[in-house]
């Protein structure tokens, strides 16, 4: 009996070791992604923001790139490589009308055959008034021209096409002022019957909203739902704090009209404090996320700056908080646009963090079962640490990858660049590149071409031969505590290869976590 209750006893310690290890090697680290691929163009002129917008659809990345002076804006389209190759350049998107469109790839979205472009520096309707561009693809796999959307003739507006959306045939356009000018003003157009035109079909603009509350200047639609972020709203007459708001309208299946289903507020307003409620708004089925900048003036310190996103999750007709999270807090104040991905349980958020000197980053984060997110792991500028830049200015994840735009990237001989990220891909060898890449140009070899670099085919103390040492080996090792079993039964666990599962294993995998 005593014998037994020693090796309860033994085991009880290990498993409060492996608690530990769990909670320590659970913290936020480098690792958990690889990037792919880094795009730019050289024909583009240094002064165009490359990578203002970015949008993951199918196999396709696309990267916007806002015009300057002498230059118009475009959308560029990446095809997907086959193993071994890079994103390759398949066409550059432009307006089919003339004249100068500086802000056409201020943002865009896509769905299925439709891509949506905001132009919001257009002129057609009124000087600054913007415009959105439709495009179809052709058998070909070529964007054509479809439509071009201006505002709704009823509301004066400024720049209509800051924000897009498409989704099921409709598309959502956000008209906001930057600070000060007309209301903000969210329109809706529906894809008529045959296909061929898209119809006004609503527009938001309530009653309480200001002329710098921002309304518009975010927005998203899946299905039946459409929010509608107003960074700009402050709790009360005079307040100078931009506590910011989100609307979510909802269509009526009964009538076909949008009503609205709840104006989110933040959870907390606290004085002589930013907030921006609203920054940036991402739908994906019943799960919302919104983003929000808390910034905060301290005298001969410039300002401070906390980053968060709100989850909410909408069961039986409610929307149900889920909680934050914050990027960082006590991060010195950039220029945080506040913009958000999301897919199922992952989502992304941009993020000043500080590492030396300061330098946009990225927060993976996750959600468990138990409905909580939490940050996961964060990715920061690829090769260039002490960075002050625009890395995570925009963001778009889809089927697991991630594309990050930088508009302000200095470490290209053209300004601004896209990276292309697979958030939980393969990256054996921790170097941040994934081992597709690494083989591909030769930093690594496969010599029984399985995808996996030779240098990962044996790694110490990973039990399960996953390639990484991590919790699920631990669990093993401690499964399989003691005297292995008579051969020829096997006996994973014993990493020292002694007969016995032991300290000497716990302490070989600890050493080689990771």
């Not at 518009?216 to 931009?242: F, K, R, Y």
């Not at 690594?444 to 990973?462: A, K, N, Q, R, Y």
Request: net charge negative; hydrophobic share 40%.
């Amino acid at each position: 009996m005593r014998s037994l209750n020693a090796g309860w006893q033994l085991r009880t310690f290990v498993l409060l070791i492996a608690a530990a290890l769990l909670e320590v090697f659970s913290l936020p680290t480098a690792s958990g992604q690889c990037l792919e691929d880094t795009l730019t163009h050289a024909d583009i002129a240094n002064n165009g923001l490359i990578g203002f917008s970015v949008l993951m659809h199918e196999d396709h990345a696309y990267m916007g790139v806002m015009g300057a002076a002498d230059s118009f804006g475009a959308v560029y389209q990446y095809q997907a490589p086959v193993e071994g190759e890079d994103w390759t350049l398949t066409q550059r998107i432009v307006p089919a009308d003339a004249g100068q469109h500086l802000g056409f790839g201020w943002d865009m979205d896509a769905d299925g055959e439709w891509l949506v472009v905001g132009d919001a520096t257009d002129s057609d309707r009124s000087t600054g008034a913007g415009a959105a561009y439709v495009f179809r693809r052709d058998a070909t796999g070529t964007w054509i021209q479809h439509a071009k959307l201006l505002p709704f003739a009823e509301v004066p507006v400024r720049y209509f096409g800051r924000s897009v959306a498409i989704d099921d045939g409709r598309i959502v356009v956000g008209a906001s002022a930057l600070w000060q000018g007309p209301r903000g003003v969210a329109h809706v157009f529906k894809l008529n019957a045959d296909r061929t035109a898209w119809e006004a079909e609503a527009f938001f603009q309530p009653n309480e909203v200001k002329d710098e509350d921002m309304f518009g200047a975010e927005v998203a639609i899946d299905g039946d739902c459409i929010v509608v972020g107003a960074m700009g709203t402050t709790s009360q007459p005079g307040d100078l704090n931009w506590h910011g708001a989100v609307y979510a309208y909802r269509l009526n299946p009964d009538t076909d009209t949008w009503g609205l289903e709840k104006r989110f507020l933040p959870p907390l307003l606290i004085p002589q404090q930013d907030l921006g409620f609203g920054a940036s708004v991402v739908l994906d089925g019943d799960r919302l996320v919104v983003a929000a900048v808390k910034e905060i003036a301290q005298p001969g310190f410039g300002h401070k700056s906390t980053l968060y996103f709100y989850a909410y999750d909408r069961r039986l007709r409610q929307w149900i908080s889920e909680g934050s999270v914050s990027a960082l807090r006590n991060s010195t104040f950039i220029h945080p646009s506040g913009w958000v991905a999301l897919e199922g349980d992952t989502a992304v958020m941009q993020a000043t963090f500080p590492y030396g000197n300061t330098f946009n980053a990225a927060w993976i984060c996750k959600r468990d079962d138990r409905g909580v997110w939490q940050r996961h792991h964060f990715i920061e500028k690829p090769g260039y640490p002490y960075y002050i830049g625009k890395f995570g200015w925009s963001i778009s994840l889809r089927d697991g990858r991630l594309m990050i735009g930088d508009w302000d990237d200095d470490t290209q001989v053209v300004r601004g660049a896209a990276f292309i990220y697979q958030v939980d891909g393969p990256d054996c060898n921790q170097n941040h590149r994934c081992d597709s890449v690494d083989i591909s140009i030769g930093i690594s070899h496969d010599t029984d071409g399985d995808s996996i670099p030779d240098e990962c085919l044996f790694v110490v103390g990973d039990i399960n031969g996953d390639s990484s040492v991590n919790a699920i080996d631990l669990l093993l090792l401690i499964d399989g505590w003691g005297p292995c079993p008579a051969l020829p039964a096997d006996c994973p666990a014993d990493v020292t290869n002694d007969g016995v599962v032991n300290v000497d294993d716990l302490l070989l995998v600890i050493n080689h976590w990771g």
